[in-house]
């Protein structure tokens, strides 16, 4: 909305602040920093559209209380249609743990055993994507975050960053009260989410981005066409609340000739949205 609201159009090049405040690590829905270090840097490569948050505060659930300012510059050129078919070679991967206390097993040990399982994943990744360097480990980035004693939220993400996109895989525990979750059962879904995020060459974006990428590509001025995986409901939705307010719209999904995994061409024909007077 902020994109083409007539603030923005009176003064294009400006940043714009909004300020929000709630939920930033909960369930069914973004993390902040899958905005932060996924979506706004696909937006900003591709697509002209430099948006970035500042993190005060996380908010978990029940209670919230989290604190974000989201920068928009608003851009003087026209959204631009993206074309990303191919990932390209992975260039860094961002490991990140963010972890209340008050479990009762150390989560210390969770995450020592899940960083070696992502060590690995990601060497190999390294590699398998056409890099003929030896891998560093300087090529992942280790952030731990802090949540306090609010609730049981243990979030795991490991953000693929390759040349044309970013791809996130994640594991995210959150609830009110203690629900029962082993060390074992935590480690196995961090490992299985990250082999799932680079088991498929063909894949450039998450099934989550592909849904946010709908409306963008929409709007944008001529052709995208994007590389995905299985067309998930959330996507299938996303087609048709666009085809709701542009009836016209032409979206074509075409499925990639590969056996052995599932993979689609996703072609949206941009309209070219611009603010009417």
């Known amino acids: 909305c902020l994109l083409f609201s007539p603030v ?3 003064h294009k090049g400006e940043q714009f602040e909004v300020y929000f405040t709630g939920g930033t690590l909960c369930k069914f829905c973004p993390t902040i920093y899958y905005l932060n270090d996924v979506l706004f840097p696909i937006l900003g490569q591709h697509m002209n559209i430099n948006a970035s948050c500042n993190l005060k505060t996380n908010g978990l659930y029940p209670k919230g209380g989290g604190q974000v300012y989201l920068y928009l510059s608003q851009a003087d050129k026209d959204i631009k249609a993206i074309n990303v078919t191919s990932k390209g070679k992975l260039i860094k991967a961002i490991v990140r743990f963010a972890c209340t206390k008050n479990f009762r097993f150390t989560i210390d040990r969770v995450c020592d055993e899940v960083f070696k399982k992502a060590k690995k994943i990601i060497r190999n990744e390294y590699l398998d994507s056409g890099n003929e360097e030896e891998f560093d480990n300087e090529r992942i980035q280790l952030e731990n975050v802090d949540l306090g004693n609010n609730s049981y939220t243990f979030l795991f993400q490991c953000i693929f960053v390759y040349e044309n996109t970013s ?3 994640e594991f995210l525990h959150s609830e009110k009260k203690w629900v029962d979750i082993t060390p074992d059962i935590i480690v196995e879904k ?3 989410a990250m082999l799932n995020a680079v088991s498929n060459d063909k894949v ?16 944008a001025k001529g052709k995208s ?11 299938k939705t996303a087609i048709e609340i666009v085809k709701k307010f542009i009836p016209n719209i032409q979206i074509n999904i075409i499925p990639n000739e590969d056996k052995k ?15 009417q007077e």
């Open 225 to 235: 066409v994007i590389s995905v995986g299985d067309i998930s409901m959330h996507t």
């Open 204 to 219: 450039c974006f998450d099934e989550h981005t592909v849904d946010h990428l709908i409306l963008f590509m929409a709007i």
């Open 261 to 275: 995994h599932i993979s689609n061409i996703i072609e949206v024909e941009g309209i070219d949205y611009t603010i």
């Open 190 to 192: 961090c490992e299985d």
């Open 167 to 169: 791809i996130k895989s």
């Open 8 to 10: 923005s159009t009176e």
